[in-house]
């Protein structure tokens, strides 16, 4: 192969800290790998400690990271800063964030010491390829020549230091020399002879006392082997604080490039605390599932100052036991999906392993599993007689403080301890690991609910289509009465027979055209909402005084014809609602939302009131800045510090958001908040709501001038929650599928979205929908609009599953779900809400049982951000013109249109009232939208309804066949489908095939001059006094809620180990802590996110 690495290549690649737009790194790393290279792949949201850790571990010669969030400056200048503080400043740091950072900040970054920062220009230039063969010859050296050399390995003095920031070295304390000890290994790996600790440095981290046992752990691929170490891992490090772990991993190397996907690292939360160390091998053409280096690496490993060694293998078949040839115990690691109990006789491991774990003990036939595995480890030891606990573990690792691994970890101790001594886990320590709550989010029975509606639909639209015949026929019949009197009786008979096929409401609909069409044919139309009766003109009026009637019906005589639209399509507001869920629009009321989030509360707070002026609608749309996105409060160490405040707005505290939303009355119906916020969303949530009572009852003592007593402000509060309007996006499936902001154990944060619905229905809270189910971030991670509506509905679907088996009732919390969708330029996007609608209204009526709110799928629309490019972006505001119109058109019930500028910074203000004034434009000027159905009516929109429908329809199987939503996401099966639509479609775009105005093809001759630097647009960025502001903000918040703060956090990790509703406790909790408080002793009770690939 041409351009292969001289030197075995590795690379550590990540998305910056608090960003989980991790789209184009996964397609950077799988390139890297197919150039040869071995790819060390952190995930999204990894700081600067987390990606230098694996670089002096691994021994990696690069790095490769992708910002978007902001906070790039002080990024890469602090890993450049500690990879020299830690004698690794060799290592090539490579970077790139679209056109958030510019041409200015691109050059400082690379004066600096950073190999590049790619451009959108360089992609344009270079390729993908071509980009991806700079990182691997400037890679492509030996660390350890280098690293001797202390110029190149301390590097120069810095030039410009982060001033006003925390830039201690976060490893000075940690005992285990990562550096020194990466090198060593990657001396090792390579072939060099030299194996003795005092060569590499190592002489004070030398073994004190006996030869540190080796624990072999070993399985089958994708049986969850890596999320189980890491769960030992952090049970090890927690029951003895002075004992030391080194781990080493082994993948396997491509036979066709040499390259490696070493993907351990990134299932392992324990890797970011001191006293561990982990370290992954290519096989590198070994030929089994041990690198050929390991029994060396291990063997020098074990000189050195650790008390236990954990050594993994890659994935292996039923005849393969090699890693018992290094190890002193072994572990099998399995799952319930090994065929016939008769193939577990062929299983060599299941003969040898000391401890077997059958993982995922979720899936259906697990329990059934551990006995035939049990009885398979006794027949192979001959214990036929022996009634004795055998040490085969039903295990859970994805559950935080699983019971399985909890008993699997005292057998493992018990074992060391007999072994080596000094693993004897204290009674204490055995009591307080009682498993938390089992949290089974959709019963084994109901696995299977998404191809109920995949059967509930088809069979709706197969009867609708045998139905539309016979009413033909009917309708024949009928016109033949009034014209042939002889025949009247056996005409009557005939149709008597026909209808008898039909409901008493369909029967009402065919009959009922006639009164359809009357009702459609006044001035006025007549309608209720919530037993409000509302009347509205059905006529306009053009400038050329033509009457445009809002709602046009078709003019079918046949009907068949009418039967069958009105059952597929029908007017707005009647069921299946595919043209809209209202009859019509609000007079009152524009779609649109006024977006902003930027820096300080305040200084958002004064972007509100200016979207605001002279609007009587408040329809406010918050952003919130990456440190708060995930559940983080401000910090001076730089890779925090320099995101508050950008790309939304910092709020970490009550007092802030009592700032955000200062001015505007919380409870009147002109007011609507959305909150764009997923992991940390309960703990926001909280914020608001407290926000909202505290501003009601500051009005009522006002009014009364006194204090509320306990009892009225008790109402007072039950008042407002009734009261409030908006909604937060709090959708977990989403994050996990593409957004990548989960930041807890994904079963623990469904348990606390279900917990806010209970909450919710208890309160009565009708006007607030408590998640907006969102494929807008699948889109943006790069699936394609079917793939897109079918995971968002299929999620959605999910909820209500688990809320239904939460014992919540249908009607009662299906009016609090909301979904939010992207708008692109692809064709299906012009029908994605007639699909959505249709699907969601006949599986709640005709599965669900749901009513006529529960059916009514509401949606907020925001054109597509990956439709922003940063080359020549004053396009950008005619791709977001074309997106709104499909959207306007089709009914959405709320828009956002982006800024033009988005590509590049926060929206300006002048950006911001153009992105206002194409709804405006639409709304109010273009005379289509006189019209409200215009889309009905079509052939193509016809068309294209029915083939996207059953698109959608066709996934939900193939979801099913895979266990349901949660069962397709264990097995990554959306995220590796968002990223092959991602790369598919950056391939067309750099092929050209895929044309884009101003990025591809008619390109400004100019832009492609040698040296040619875009002309300089304004930046909203936090001000480095912002940020301090809210640092000192959130510091004397916490000083002045301390006592009161304390209490609280016990309160909420009490109610959460005891099965309460963690909700009610936040809303405790958000009044005297702050955001990474209430997150901190959450993690505690309920485990961090563990990265997916």
């Known amino acids: 192969m041409k351009n292969m690495p001289k030197h075995p290549v590795r690379i550590v690649t990540a998305a910056s800290l608090f960003d989980g737009h991790d789209a184009t790194i996964n397609i950077i790393r799988r390139i890297l790998q197919d150039q040869g290279a071995e790819v060390i792949h952190l995930g999204h949201n990894r700081s600067v400690s987390d990606v230098v850790k694996a670089v002096l571990q691994e021994g990696a010669q690069g790095v490769c990271v992708s910002s978007y969030q902001g906070g790039h400056m002080e990024y890469f200048k602090y890993m450049k800063d500690l990879l020299r503080e830690n004698g690794a400043g060799y290592v090539t740091v490579w970077g790139g964030g679209g056109g958030v950072i510019i041409h200015d900040e691109k050059k400082e970054l690379e004066n600096y010491g950073i190999a590049q920062i790619f451009h959108p220009d360089d992609g344009r230039r270079l390729g993908l390829e071509g980009m991806i063969r700079l990182i691997v010859e400037g890679s492509d050296f030996d660390p350890v020549k280098l690293a001797a050399d202390v110029t190149v390995s301390k590097g120069a003095s810095v030039k410009k230091p982060l001033q006003g920031m925390d830039l201690k070295n976060p490893f000075e304390k940690d005992p285990v020399p990562s550096q020194k000890l990466g090198l060593a290994l990657s001396a090792i790996e390579n072939g060099q002879s030299e194996k003795s600790p005092e060569k590499w440095g190592l002489q004070g981290f030398l073994r004190k006392g006996k030869t540190p046992p080796i624990l072999g752990i070993t399985g089958t691929g994708g049986a969850g082997k890596s999320s189980l170490i890491d769960e030992l891992a952090q049970r090890f490090l927690n029951a003895y604080p002075d004992k030391k772990i080194a781990i080493v991993c082994v993948d396997p190397s491509k036979r066709k490039t040499g390259g490696s996907l070493l993907g351990d690292r990134i299932r392992m939360n324990s890797l970011s605390r001191d006293r561990i160390f982990m370290r992954s091998l290519a096989s590198r053409g070994s030929g089994k599932e041990i690198a050929q280096a390991l029994p060396d690496v291990l063997n020098f490993v074990k000189q050195l100052d650790f008390d236990l060694i954990i050594a993994e293998t890659s994935g292996i078949g039923q005849g393969n036991m090699a890693i018992t040839e290094v190890s002193d115990l072994s572990m099998y690691v399995m799952t319930s999906d090994f065929g016939a109990q008769s193939q577990l006789e062929k299983i060599d491991m299941i003969d040898f392993a000391d401890l077997i774990a059958v993982n995922k003990a979720d899936r259906r036939g697990a329990a059934d599993a551990l006995r035939d595995v049990s009885k398979q480890y006794k027949r192979s030891r001959k214990l036929f007689h022996d009634d004795g606990e055998v040490p085969v573990f039903l295990t859970q690792a994805s559950q935080f403080n699983d019971g399985g691994v909890n008993k699997l970890f005292f057998k493992l101790s018990e074992l060391l301890e007999a072994k080596v001594g000094g693993f004897e886990v204290a009674p204490s320590l055995r009591e307080k690991m009682l498993s938390a709550e089992e949290n089974t989010i959709i019963p084994p029975d109901r696995q299977g609910y998404l191809a109920e509606i995949v059967s509930t639909v088809r069979r709706y639209k197969e009867r609708t289509e045998k139905l539309s015949d016979k009413a033909s026929k009917i309708g024949a019949l009928h016109a033949l009465k009034s014209e042939d009197v002889i025949a009247v009786d056996l005409v009557s008979k005939k149709e008597k027979e026909l209808s008898q096929d039909f409901t008493k409401d369909e029967l009402d609909q065919i009959h009922g055209w006639d009164e359809l069409k009357k009702r459609y044919s006044g001035d006025d139309l007549v309608f209720h909402v919530r037993d409000k009766e509302i009347r509205q003109p059905l006529v306009r009026t053009s400038l050329s005084g033509t009457k445009i009637r809002r709602v046009v019906l078709p003019r079918f005589r046949d009907w068949g014809d009418r039967f069958r639209w009105l059952r597929l399509e029908n007017v707005p507001g009647e069921f299946p609602f595919t043209a809209g869920v209202f009859p019509l629009k609000r007079a009152d009321e524009d779609p649109k939302r006024m977006f902003a989030g930027e820096g300080t509360p305040e200084r958002t707070n004064k972007r509100f009131h200016y979207l605001c002026k002279g609007e009587t609608a408040h329809r406010l749309s918050t952003a919130f800045d990456s440190v708060t996105l995930y559940g983080q409060d401000p910090d001076p160490r730089p890779d925090i510090f320099g995101k508050v405040g950008e790309s939304g707005v910092s709020i970490c505290t009550l007092d802030d958001m009592k700032k955000l939303y200062a001015g505007f009355d919380l409870c ?135 809320y239904l088996a939460r014992g919540m009732k249908i009607d009662d919390f299906a009016p609090n779900l909301s979904f939010f969708f992207s708008n692109g330029l692809d064709p299906e996007y012009s029908v994605l809400g007639r699909v959505a609608r249709r699907i969601w209204a006949v599986a709640m009526r005709d599965l669900y049982k749901g009513n006529d709110r529960s059916q009514k799928l509401k949606y907020h629309i925001q054109t597509s951000g990956r439709s922003l490019h940063a080359q020549e972006i004053d396009f950008n505001d005619i791709r977001t013109t074309l997106q709104a119109l499909l959207a306007l058109y089709d009914n959405c019930n709320s828009l956002h249109t982006n800024a033009y500028d988005e590509a590049i910074t926060t929206p300006t203000e002048e950006s911001v009232r153009r992105a206002m004034a194409i709804q405006m434009i639409i709304n109010r000027e273009f005379g289509m939208m006189k019209n409200e159905n215009p889309n009905q009516g079509s052939f193509f929109i016809e068309e294209l309804t029915d083939l996207v429908e059953e698109a959608v329809l066709s996934e939900f199987q193939r979801l099913s066949e895979r266990g349901g939503v949660l069962g397709a996401m264990e097995t990554q099966y959306q995220r590796s489908k968002i990223q092959e639509e991602s790369l598919s479609y950056e391939t067309l775009k750099h092929t050209g095939e895929l044309p884009i105005i101003g990025v591809n093809t008619f390109i400004d001759p100019k832009t492609l ?85």
């Open 1009 to 1093: 001059a040698d040296g040619y630097v875009p002309p300089k647009i304004e930046l909203a960025r936090a001000s480095y006094e912002e940020k301090s502001q809210q640092l000192d903000n959130v510091r004397a918040y916490q000083k002045g809620h301390a006592s009161e703060g304390d209490q609280a956090l016990t309160h909420l990790k009490e109610t959460a180990l005891h099965g309460g509703n963690i909700f009610e406790a936040l809303m405790r909790a958000a009044r005297y802590c702050s955001l990474y408080q209430m997150s901190q002793a959450l993690y505690e009770v309920g485990g961090q996110y563990r990265r997916n690939l």
């Open 668 to 802: 009147a119906p002109s007011t609507s908040v959305s909150m764009t916020i997923n992991g940390p969303a309960p703990m926001i949530l909280a914020f608001f709501f407290n926000t909202a009572i505290d501003q009601q009852v500051e009005k009522k003592e006002k009014e009364l001038g006194r204090k509320l007593d306990q009892k009225e402000w008790s109402e007072l509060a039950e008042w407002t929650l009734q009261q409030v309007r908006g909604t937060v996006q709090a959708d977990i499936l989403k994050e996990d599928q593409g957004q990548n902001t989960c930041i807890f154990s994904i079963n623990f944060a469904l348990k606390m979205m279900g917990d806010i619905q209970e909450y919710f229905v208890r309160k009565k809270v009708r006007n607030f929908y408590s998640v907006s189910i969102s494929g807008y971030h699948i889109a943006e991670a790069g699936a394609n609009p079917i793939s897109q509506l079918a995971f968002t509905l299929s999620n959605g679907f999910t909820f209500v599953e688990y």
